[in-house]
């Protein structure tokens, strides 16, 4: 038996549509490249070097922040030999609170327990 296909006339004039726009946007491409080659020959070179370097300075900065994130929001206890991932940054009292406590005695992780400022 033979496949009786349905065709869709909507969905085939979209089709058609679409190809004529993308050969369209194609032949504009083309016509520029070809007025312009020498302005995008000069062009060229210099936009990838501005793309590069703030490519860098983007990766600096991101670097840079997640540092900063790290060092706010991770405690090394030293006893133990592993980080202490905090909910928050500590503040001047709460370093009091801890250096206190932990001169008495106690162990960093029940004191960042105690506070509440573990992850």
Known sequence: MKDNKVIDLGKELRKEERRKKFEDFKRKAKDF???????????????????????????????????????????????LGHYWELKRKLNNSDWVTINRRRNLGESLGDILEEMRVLK
Do not use: C, Q
């Open 33 to 79: 490249w070809d007025d312009n080659k020498v302005y995008i020959a000069v062009a060229a070179p210099v936009a990838g070097k501005v793309i590069l370097e703030t490519v860098k300075l983007v990766r600096r900065h991101h670097a840079g922040r997640i540092e900063l994130r790290n060092k706010d929001l991770r405690l090394y206890d030293t006893s």
